[in-house]
């Protein structure tokens, strides 16, 4: 560090450029203290004392008074430990080197400063200049006291209480809350009215039918912790199997009762019985199984709803699923027809009545969605809806059930994953639909919580090979997993 | 590779935009001779003629105004607005002008202004020169709205804009100006509208744009060296649009977030940013999204403005309170 302090020009006012020096308060050889006025300067707008930022003695005045000086140029020098012997030959080298680039700069003889980067801005930029240092360890800037260096390093607390448990496991983020304050708020305020729990936690308890108004809390502030909530649902869990509370009354057979009772066979059940009786010991069933991830397919539902042509309508799985299947009908025409016995025939259809499997309250029935494949989705999830809104209300007419060509039987309302259907007779295929569940599921190489869910196919080998109904239901798989392939082939 | 400075970084943007199209034009006050009050046009001037680089009259309004004629006329103007508490006399044109004549002409019209805003404290400097405006022209539908954080953004994302059709209010981290970084000008940059993941955390997120950035990342840097909590830090770099997707894969994965802006918080872009991220990641949330933020009153005199700014200290006080719930 020079002991020779030069002083530059600095900018007096808002893009001040130059000043003229109108008089020198100081002289060589006078000493000179911080703060001290040591120049007038006369700018555009006012005559200004400048203060000396060093104590010291001067050494040098670069101008003369009454001339013009441009912001930054040095105009005085202070020897600021004058007492320390001579000045070193050096310190005077290093001086002129850099009052000379200053000025070579300010005259237009430096080199062009056009190169993309500064290899060494410190040394570029004077001090006191835009960018360079200022007399207080800032950056210079036109405007203001300049940008102050921040460090990056954290005060000291006041309480060491306060100070935060090192990072916990997610599992037990919630018990891991050391917090002295937040434990004297909680003595402070009783729980009392609302349910206290983050937004995790009641997602948690949701998933787990868990009723958190039950649950006492014994986190932050009373409120309710993961630990609460998976300590009630293992509690609820052992009371439903009985080994700690008595079975519910309702659940008790009747002492005083019958041991059996016996039903006429007869309306629904006994049409059920009969059609299931000739398919399955009339057209040798063969089931396949594909298991599919159907994220996208589930996020896109929402997207769908949200479309105005949706208004009013549900866009359930099953739409997708029975979309998918027409489109797969498409590619595989074969899976739509029927083995006619007595002609010796197959008898291919060239359009689709899609039966849907429904439970209602006179049994298992099929009314089915007439041509189908001619419905735009918007068409097919109006027709789905009154199909089931007409078969739970028990008004699905004979009409309704008859010349269907293709069925899907949704089990997975039922919270089953799948299972092996007996085709409607007169049909080649029939499509079973499972529960749609989070699994753990490789996904892009790693494991993640993925929805996916089961579909199988029973078919009629005497018509459809083992190839045509794995393609047919691998199709459709796929089509549910991807919705880009889903549009390419609808 | 050498260093360069934000501002001279933003410089050789500029520069090259005005290479690459003919139809640039720089536009504002002392941006010719002067070459800026923070030097960000130094030189432009001298080498590309005062036809394309437009030293005008104090007028914001004016400056603006002139630019969208010259838009209309096919040019592609850049404005500098000399210090962020200057643009309310040009807040007409650009809310009621710039915005709308896109949508006024159905889209016939594209208006492709770059309005390069230094913003933000910390430089020591007087009243209307420190503020942090972002969230007006975020809320006006029709202007694009960024913030660079660092050199490398500084160079690519001036060209993008430029090169944008629609009107962007850039925005310059002005106490950044003279930070350094390696610049290499033949990487492909990210595009303009993608937040940026600084770096990886598991704890918190923290969620920062222009000046603090460098706060977040520092922050994040010294919790580590404390052995305290892992610290996620996300560069927005766009306002408006925001980046939701980089924003709620984090927050989903570290269940907290933290958003730091010199900003009162007021109607601010860390509130919106709070709510769209408390409607997206509710079920992930471990406690609510706080703001680190300047305060709800008028940027304060300089003498006070370390009290004003977010700094290391108070974005780990964020961090301590939002690990307690």
Excluded at chain 1, 45 to 60: D, I, N, W
Excluded at chain 1, 157 to 186: C, F, I, M, W, Y
Excluded at chain 1, 264 to 280: D, E, F, Y
Aim: hydrophobic content about 40%; proline content about 7%; aromatic content about 6%.
């Amino acid at each position: 560090m020079s002991r020779i302090k030069e002083f530059k020009l600095p900018d007096l006012g808002e893009g001040l450029t130059e000043g003229e020096i109108l008089k020198w308060l100081v002289a060589i050889g006078d000493e000179v203290k911080d703060g001290q006025p040591i120049v007038e300067v006369e700018t555009a707008k006012a005559a200004v004392e400048v203060p000396s930022p060093f104590t010291g003695v001067v050494t040098k005045l670069y101008y003369a008074e009454g001339t013009t000086v441009d912001v930054g140029q040095p105009i005085i020098a202070v020897d600021t430990a004058p007492g320390s012997g001579p000045i070193d030959a050096a310190d005077d080298v290093a001086q002129d080197r850099a009052r000379q680039a200053v000025q070579a700069e300010l005259s237009g003889t430096a080199p062009p400063s056009s190169d993309v980067v500064d290899d060494n801005p410190d040394e570029t930029i004077e001090e006191g200049k835009i960018g360079g240092k200022t007399s207080s360890g800032r950056t210079a800037v036109l405007v203001g006291y300049g940008i102050k260096d921040t460090k990056a390093v954290r005060r000291p607390r006041r309480d060491a209480a306060l100070t935060p448990a090192p990072a916990k496991p997610h599992s037990d983020r919630d018990s891991a809350v050391t917090v002295a304050d937040h434990a004297s708020e909680v003595s402070a305020h009783p729980s009392a009215g609302a349910v206290k729990a983050k937004p995790p936690v009641r997602k948690l308890a949701k998933d787990l039918g868990v009723h958190l108004a039950s649950v006492a809390g014994t986190g932050p502030q009373g409120s309710i912790t993961r630990d609460d909530v998976q300590a009630a649902a293992s509690t609820a869990m052992s009371a439903s199997n009985g080994h700690l509370a008595p079975v519910a009354p309702s659940a008790r057979r009747a002492l005083d009762g019958p041991r059996e009772e016996r039903f006429p066979i007869k309306g629904v059940r006994k049409l059920t019985a009969s059609a299931m009786v000739q398919s399955a010991f009339t057209a040798p069933h063969v089931t396949e199984f594909i298991t599919v991830d159907v994220t996208e397919m589930m996020a896109m539902r929402s997207r769908l709803g949200a479309l105005p042509d949706f208004a009013g309508l549900k866009v359930s799985p099953l739409l997708l699923v029975a979309k998918a299947l027409l489109v797969a009908v498409k590619r595989n025409p074969m899976v739509n027809s029927t083995w006619d016995d007595a002609a010796q025939e197959i008898v291919l259809k060239h359009y689709v009545n899609l039966g849907i499997a429904a439970a209602t309250p006179r049994g298992l029935i099929v009314p089915n969605i007439k041509d189908a494949d001619q419905l735009s989705l918007p068409e097919l999830a109006a027709a789905l809806g009154a199909l089931t809104a007409v078969a739970r209300e028990g008004k699905t007419s004979p009409a309704d059930m008859a010349g269907g060509t293709i069925t899907i039987t949704n089990v997975g309302t039922f919270g089953v994953d799948n299972g092996t259907p007996i085709l409607n007779p007169g049909e080649s295929a029939i499509l079973c639909f499972g529960a749609v569940r989070d699994m753990p599921w490789v996904h892009d190489g790693e494991i993640a919580i993925r929805q996916v869910t089961q579909l199988s196919l029973s078919f009629d080998h005497r018509v459809v090979d083992g190839q045509l109904g794995s393609q047919f239901l691998a199709d459709i798989a796929a089509m549910l997993h991807d919705p880009a392939t889903f549009l390419a082939w609808s | 590779m050498a260093q360069i400075t934000l501002g001279k970084a933003l410089n050789e943007g500029l520069r090259k935009s005005m290479e690459t199209d003919p139809k640039v034009l720089i536009m504002g006050e002392d941006v010719g001779k002067l070459g800026g009050v923070f030097r960000i046009t130094d030189g432009l001037q001298k080498d590309f003629g005062e036809d394309r680089v437009i030293d005008t009259p104090l007028a914001e309004s004016g400056i603006v105004g002139t630019a969208i004629g010259l838009a209309l006329r096919g040019y592609r103007p850049v404005c500098e607005i000399q210090f962020d508490g200057f643009v309310y006399p040009a807040f007409d044109q650009i809310v009621t002008q710039l915005a709308k004549y896109p949508y006024r002409s159905g889209g016939h019209v594209r208006l492709p202004i770059t309005i390069r805003i230094p913003f933000g404290g910390g430089i020591g400097a007087v009243e209307h020169h420190s503020e942090s405006p972002e969230a007006y022209f975020a809320h006006t539908a029709g202007l694009k709205v960024v913030a660079c954080s660092n050199p490398v953004d500084a160079y690519f994302m001036i060209q993008q804009a430029i090169a944008c059709d629609d009107p962007i209010v850039f925005f310059e981290p002005k106490r950044r100006y003279w930070e350094k970084a390696d610049l290499d000008t033949a990487i492909h940059p990210d595009p303009l509208w993608q937040a940026r993941l600084l770096r990886e955390g598991r704890d918190v997120t923290l969620i920062a744009y222009g000046p603090m950035v460098k706060v977040a990342l520092d922050a994040a840097a010294a919790s580590d060296k404390d052995g305290g909590p892992s610290l996620e830090v996300i560069d927005l770099r766009t306002l408006s649009p925001l980046d939701m997707d980089t924003v709620l894969a984090s927050v989903n994965r570290t269940g907290r977030a933290i958003v730091v802006s010199e900003a009162p918080s007021n109607c601010s872009i860390a509130s919106e940013l709070a709510a769209r991220i408390t409607e997206k990641a509710f079920y992930s949330l471990e406690a609510p999204v706080l703001r680190v933020s300047g305060f709800d009153t008028p940027y304060p005199p300089s003498r006070l403005e370390e009290e004003y700014l977010p700094d290391l200290d108070r974005v780990l006080d964020a961090v301590d309170r939002s690990l307690a719930y």
